[in-house]
């Protein structure tokens, strides 16, 4: 099926950077999230955008949604080492009866102290 | 609040054997989705269900899956008979008629031997 194109793949850092990673598609949608899953957990819910161009903040997390309603950023400001993990972005084309995800391929992050 | 449950966490068989993976919604909540993750598919949408009623199964891989969703707070996924190359997490996840923001459960991790 579709997938969405995240990069980077992975990602070293030191902590107290920023981190910056992005998420695109050739398809167009009105919805887009930002999951992040630990190791042996299910995704968790980050960051959800409804509207182009829209820019949300959750604490030291800030994400956008693309003009083009193609592609979407999630930044992460100063980070902690329990920001380690894998960041997904999703998104959907809701069709008023549907609500279907597709998900991206990922963007691991580890953080060195 | 409780959150997605699931049951078993982890689930250890031999192939041909029945498989049944439970799961409960977050109370009040219309949709249910399962999700199968690999490291070379990544996640992968199986089947959602909207007030109990499939709408989506296209995901499902083959005849070998089957799910049930008999009333608003129980779900299951069986796999008969299961195969080595069933072995993956799956994952429920539920949400409300506001579209988009799924919340998951921590997966079952099923390895068929």
């Known amino acids: 099926g579709q997938q969405l194109n995240q990069s980077p793949q992975s990602m070293f850092i030191q902590e107290g950077e920023d981190v910056s990673m992005n998420c695109t598609s050739s398809?167009?949608?009105?919805?887009w999230l930002w999951y992040k899953q630990d190791p042996g957990e299910g995704p968790v819910l980050l960051i959800a955008?409804?509207?182009?161009?829209e820019l949300t903040s959750n604490g030291r997390l800030t994400a956008q949604f693309g003009i083009t309603r193609k592609d979407s950023f999630l930044n992460i400001s100063a980070s902690i080492p329990s920001d380690v993990g894998i960041y997904f972005c999703?998104?959907?084309?809701?069709?008023?009866?549907?609500?279907?995800?597709?998900f991206g391929t990922g963007t691991r992050l580890q953080v060195t102290l | 609040d409780a959150g997605v449950i699931q049951s078993p966490r982890h689930e250890v068989t031999e192939m041909g054997q029945e498989v049944t993976l439970r799961c409960k919604p977050i109370?009040?909540?219309?949709?249910l989705f399962w999700y199968r993750q690999t490291m070379m598919r990544g996640l992968e949408l199986l089947i959602y269900?909207?007030?109990?009623?499939?709408?989506?199964d296209s995901g499902m891989p083959e005849d070998r899956f089957s799910a049930k969703m008999p009333n608003a707070s129980f779900s299951t996924l069986k796999i008969q008979p299961s195969e080595p190359r069933d072995s993956a997490v799956y994952f429920c996840?539920?949400?409300?008629?506001?579209?988009?923001?799924?919340?998951f459960g921590p997966g079952t991790r099923l390895t068929v031997l």
């Open positions: 996840a539920s949400s409300l008629r506001r579209v988009g923001e799924q919340f």
């Open positions: 398809s167009i949608f009105n919805t």
């Open positions: 955008l409804y509207k182009a161009g």
């Open positions: 999703a998104a959907s084309l809701n069709t008023g009866t549907a609500s279907k995800l597709t």
């Open positions: 109370s009040g909540h219309d949709y």
């Open positions: 269900f909207n007030n109990n009623v499939p709408i989506d």
